[in-house]
């Protein structure tokens, strides 16, 4: 029988957000013991170490369930506390999470004096980790609808772009974009989990005030004058006869994704890029920008980077392995 594309490249979907499932997901968060993957195929999770080579590096089928470690842990029991309105527990649970060695086991036991305040724990540390999931699964649903799309055929999308107005006024979407960039990146990172998903989140929030009339700055607004999308890139000059453009933000709103607002900015950047006279543009994508790769090779740009993050639990399980 012969092969279809559809065979070749399985179009794969999140399974439903069921409370067995969030249960299932936050089972494995809690399992210091394993890590787990999420199998887009079966829709369950399955331990990583149990998995054959092959089908482990295949992330098309597998996704990285949100990670959830001591240190998580410990920022909730803080969060917790601080929110705590019962002046003597709070105090007792204050002082337990000051101990060195043992403070989960005194935390425990601190909250087992009293049922109520126990409940109250367990009610707010189930909200905590089911926001990180419900944060990942829109994640994931969204990365895996854009695969979906695609990039619309080159006709189809300039018929769709004509209506779509080009700006760059940046006094008048200065506030909008900085205000996304707060919002949006602490969700872009969350499944890298704390402390790196905060680590970067914070890295991008300082270049979101570098913003000054140096950068060049395309957006894109709806026929209705609404805000679509925009691209920031910032000049790096090497010496004096050369002239870099970094682009160090990508947006386009949720609602115009699919529509070509990407190819129509990447486009404008390139020509203002080489109107000033620079030599190239570099563009780094994270998080769900990511599946923007294949329309960036189209245009020519060529792989230089990846960047990767390591969770050293990872590394140690996998040297246990090894023996």
């Not at 990180?132 to 990039?151: A, C, H, R």
Request: charged share 30%; aromatic share 12%; glycine share 6%.
């Amino acid at each position: 029988m012969k092969e279809t594309e559809a065979t070749k490249d399985p179009m794969y979907q999140m399974p439903p957000l069921s409370d067995e499932f969030v249960y299932q997901i936050v089972f494995c968060m809690e399992d210091q013991s394993q890590l787990y993957l999420l199998d887009l195929q079966s829709g369950l999770p399955v331990q990583k170490n149990l998995l054959r080579g092959s089908d482990v590096h295949d992330r098309e089928r597998f996704v990285d369930i949100p990670l959830w470690r001591p240190s998580d842990g410990f920022r909730v029991m803080e969060k917790f506390v601080a929110s705590l309105r019962n002046p003597i527990y709070r105090q007792k649970l204050h002082d337990a999470l000051a101990r060195g060695k043992g403070v989960f086991r005194e935390f425990k036991n601190v909250l087992k004096e009293e049922p109520a305040v126990e409940r109250l724990w367990f009610y707010f540390k189930e909200r905590e980790i089911k926001q990180q999931i419900y944060s990942w699964y829109e994640q994931q649903t969204e990365v895996l609808y854009l695969k979906s799309l695609g990039e619309p055929e080159e006709n189809v999308t300039d018929l769709i772009l004509s209506d779509f107005i080009i700006s760059y006024d940046m006094k008048k979407w200065e506030d909008h974009i900085k205000e996304i960039g707060t919002n949006r990146l602490r969700i872009e990172f969350s499944s890298l989990g704390y402390p790196v998903s905060d680590l970067l989140a914070g890295e991008y929030e300082e270049s979101w005030e570098q913003f000054d009339q140096q950068w060049l700055m395309v957006f894109v607004e709806s026929p209705s004058e609404e805000f679509a999308g925009f691209i920031g890139a910032k000049p790096m000059s090497i010496d004096e006869h050369s002239l870099i453009y970094m682009v160090r933000h990508l947006y386009v709103e949720p609602r115009f994704r699919g529509l070509g607002i990407f190819k129509l900015l990447a486009d404008t950047l390139c020509k203002r890029a080489e109107q000033e006279g620079a030599d190239r543009i570099i563009m780094e994508l994270s998080g769900k920008a990511a599946v923007l790769s294949p329309a960036l090779e189209r245009r020519g740009f060529e792989l230089i980077a990846k960047r990767f993050a390591l969770d050293l639990s990872s590394w140690r399980d996998i040297q246990t392995q090894k023996g």
